[in-house]
Nanobody, 122 residues
Framework: QVQLVESGGGLVQAGGSLRLSCAAS????????MGWFRQAPGKERELVAG????????YYADSVKGRFTISRDNAKNTVYLQMNSLKAEDTAIYYC???????????????WGQGTQVTVSS
């Protein structure tokens, strides 16, 4: 059974940084693509970033390109999302997800964590 547990969310001022982590268990981590989604109040869940099984390929939504960095450590079964230059509009619940390919397609992802709240104050 797949389990994805996010951590690292919190309250930060605009312009600040946060690093989210997601620990995975239940399946061979290195065999699956990983992604980060977010959902703001009243909005649909959107794919923010994705990373291939080896980490050699990444995808970013235009809204976060140049500010967010996704990475993974297959030895630790963990995926990260480094978020810099945060804006008020980044406020959302952030979800870790596991899937296949292509990494830039939301429908790729099949398993989800419970989410972690990120709040950016302006």
């Amino acid at each position: 059974q797949v389990q994805l547990v996010e951590s690292g969310g919190g309250l930060v001022q605009a312009g600040g940084s946060l690093r989210l982590s997601c620990a995975a268990s239940g399946r061979t981590f290195s065999m699956y693509a990983m992604g980060w989604f977010r959902q703001a109040p009243g909005k649909e869940r959107e794919l923010v970033a994705g990373i291939s099984r080896s980490g050699s390929s990444t995808y970013y939504a235009d809204s976060v390109k140049g500010r967010f960095t996704i990475s993974r450590d297959n030895a630790k079964n963990t995926v990260y999302l480094q978020m810099n230059s945060l804006k008020a509009e980044d406020t959302a619940i952030y979800y870790c997800a596991q899937g296949l390919a292509p990494i830039g397609v939301a429908g790729t992802y099949m398993y989800w964590g419970q989410g972690t709240q990120v709040t950016v104050s302006s």
